[in-house]
């Protein structure tokens, strides 16, 4: 629709022109006074080259438009795809590196005997790699929402005093903490942000047999894979009037060597109760690679934007070009050398693209945040942020285009021909 509408509007102005306006060439637009002349002081201090090209800016304000619009759509969408990749590449890192404090987790059997769990946890404790290691309960249940229902985990710690060596529960950006009391529980901003709720809030539970619970939110914390429900002890007795009866143990290591990590591994798992051994590393690494094959998808985007910067601006500056090939035929005979000839459209086009470049890091602040909520799935949660380096890069990488534009344009200026162009066309 776009590319047809510019079609039939540009073929519509040229066959609405009678034939004797067709045959002679546009005539070029009449200068007038600016409102910078009316700064006296500053106006005095220009030279005469300055004071041509602040001119010209203003007096083809149409083409200045359409090229800060185009510049600014390309830098826009530069930087929306640098940000995504901060947003994506990121995310992991923060899951895993500074939310997830835990470096292992053993799942077992949730039926067995409390003499049972105790002496588990205390073969794990006695591990060589292990420095502590924390019991907690783990339960999968559904958040129930007026227009949608959410599946998370359910998270109880044993000991709420040393809940921060294993897992952060802060705000994201402020990374305020958000501690977990007995007035309620602690949910993770996705969860909350499907559910419509907020801290105050009563937020509802099913478990897989269809008990539901409510529990007010005290607190909503970063997150960014899947769902998460935190509460104490004393809040899961008091909803379901039952003791938590813990399910996973949460370990902190003192090393990373890989052959230790085995030997551990192989130790925990030769008690028939235990379930699974999963560590953070290799969890973190399959979602690192996961969201790494992303990146060629990213790729493309950055580079279609280039591309489009590029093309924009050259059609642009040689449509300015013909148009003004007699004003610049002018030029060449009134003495300016190729070079300055050449400096006269380069400033044009560096100041248009600097002002759009402004625009377009503007715009693709909201341009990213808007495509990072579309594109997130339910389980995930994108960072919303983008690195001061993502701004360097699309302002720099557009800026780049626009010199190569005008390198190409000097061997095209230094063609026209003064006799040829300054000929009548009557």
Known sequence: VCSGAAT?????????????????????????????????????????????????????????????????????LMLTGFGMKDSISSIVTKQFDEIFLYDVTVAYDGDVSDDERQSLLDTISGQPAVTEAMGAQQLSVTGVGSSRNVDCYLVIPQSTNVLDHYMALRSRGSNTPQPLTDNGVVVT??????????????????????????????????NYLFHYVYMTPAVYESLYGETSAPNVVFLNLNTEEQAACDALSSAILQDDNVLQVSFSSSSGGSFRDMIESLNAVILV?????????????????????????????TLKVLGFYDKEVSAYIYRENTASSIL????????????????????????????REIFPMSYVWAALLTLAFTLLVNFLLHFRLKKIDMVESLKSVE
């Open 8 to 76: 039939l509007i540009a073929c519509y102005a040229e066959l609405h022109a009678t034939p004797a306006q067709l045959m002679r060439p546009k005539p070029p637009k009449s200068g007038k006074r600016i409102l910078l002349e009316r700064v006296g002081w500053l106006w005095k201090r220009l030279s005469f080259i300055q004071k041509v090209s602040i001119r010209n800016f203003f007096r083809y304000k149409k083409r200045v438009i359409l090229t800060v619009t185009g510049i600014a759509g390309c830098t826009a």
């Open 189 to 222: 901003e996705k969860l909350a942000n499907m559910l419509g709720l907020s801290v105050g809030d009563n937020i509802s539970l099913k478990d897989t047999d269809g008990e539901m619970v409510e529990a007010p939110i005290t607190g909503i914390a970063e």
């Open 301 to 329: 985007l950055i580079l279609s934007a280039g591309a489009l910067a590029l093309i924009v601006l050259y059609n642009l500056t040689n449509i300015n070009v013909n148009e003004r090939v007699r004003e610049l035929a």
């Open 356 to 383: 759009g470049v402004l625009v377009g890091l503007v715009v693709g602040i909201f341009l990213h945040r808007f495509v990072v909520l579309t594109a997130e799935v339910d389980l995930v949660m994108f960072s």
